[in-house]
């Protein structure tokens, strides 16, 4: 009996976590351009047409339509379902991972992981982190903050997790200053200081420990990949005018089911263009991730995907390493 309740519980997170997660690609898509998340309905950026109901189901319409619009056949970015199944898994895993150790805490992990996935989009497309998202981490922070005081959280304690949270603070603002003085290939904006102010919130500073150490670890070994990559790529195409203009609107901006200008990019970035949005990460420079030069790197992504490793797994991590010595 109780493998039923278990069965329908993980069921019901996972088609919950996949319909989320369609609302999801519409954040990712419309806060970074300062539109209105309810407002016009989803429609094709290419030709306009409304998404219909039945195009709309998360992963199978787009698996149907084999990531095409059905009115006009343009390309329909694979972001969309890839956040969709991020989100069901996630939450999945969050009912399995805390729903023993409580119910709220499942609700808070099942949030911040939603905005988490926010967050590693938008940063990846537009180099942006929205502040609202970031608001939302913090919430969920001090949520996890109250079911400790009172006995129904993970037992991080609230002295913990504001620790966390004025390491977080100082650490990466040292780090955002020290970028910004050296002026370096690897960028870190102001949004990646508020991004882990709020992880050391939410995940004490064990967990800021390990969220920061593999996200750096994860970006550096990107990094490298890329710059290699990079190298071997400008000496086959010396001479070739550049395409890449083409290809990223391909990508970006024939994404079905969102927004009205194709592959509109947040006008003034940097400069507080929509109040919505926090600075952009990454002081490198003025190329986007996919064009050439490529000296702004996007480093949100890496750490909110290390956050959320945190979050499940960060006191496992750090307690595991100290037991190594002690
Ligand atoms: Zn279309």
Not at 126 to 132: C, E, G, H, R, Y
Not at 258 to 270: D, I, N, Q, V, Y
Request: hydrophobic share 50%; proline share 5%; net charge neutral.
């Amino acid at each position: 009996m109780e493998q039923i309740y278990l069965i329908i519980t993980y069921t019901l997170a996972g088609i919950l976590g996949l319909c989320f997660g369609s609302f999801l690609n519409v954040l990712v898509y419309r806060l970074p351009r300062g539109m209105s998340i309810v407002m016009p309905p989803s429609h094709c950026v290419s030709c306009g047409a409304r998404v219909r109901w039945y195009d709309n189901v998360p992963v199978l319409s787009y698996l149907l339509l084999r990531g095409r619009c059905r009115d006009c056949g343009a390309r329909i970015s694979p972001r969309y379902p890839l956040v969709e199944l991020a989100n069901c898994l996630l939450w999945m895993g969050s009912v399995a991972w805390f729903f023993p150790r409580g119910v709220g805490m499942v609700a808070v992990a099942c949030v911040a992981c939603s905005a988490l996935i926010v967050v590693f989009c938008t940063d990846l497309e537009t180099m942006l982190i929205p502040d609202s998202m970031l608001v939302v981490l913090g919430l969920c922070g001090i949520a996890a903050l109250l079911l400790d005081v009172f006995g129904l959280g993970v037992g991080i304690g609230w002295q913990a997790r504001l620790i966390g949270m004025a390491a977080g603070f100082g650490f990466f603002l040292l780090l955002f200053l020290g970028c910004r003085l050296l002026k370096g290939e690897a960028g870190l904006g102001f949004g990646d200081v508020k991004l882990m102010t709020a992880a050391g919130l939410l995940v004490g500073w064990q967990g800021l420990l390990v969220a920061a150490l593999f996200g750096s670890v994860a970006a550096a070994v990107t990094m490298a990949i890329r710059a290699a990559l990079h190298r071997g790529a400008r000496e086959t195409a010396a001479g070739e005018p550049p395409r890449e203009h083409a290809a990223r609107d391909d990508i970006s901006g024939a994404a079905c089911g969102e927004g009205a200008e194709p592959a509109s990019e947040p006008s003034g970035r940097g400069e507080g263009a929509a109040e919505s949005v926090s600075e952009f990460s990454g002081c490198g420079g003025e190329e986007r991730d996919g064009e050439v030069p490529s000296k702004a790197f996007p480093f949100a992504p890496f750490l909110a995907a290390a956050t959320a490793v945190a979050l499940f797994f960060g006191q496992n991590i750090v307690g595991w390493y100290l037991g190594l010595f002690f």
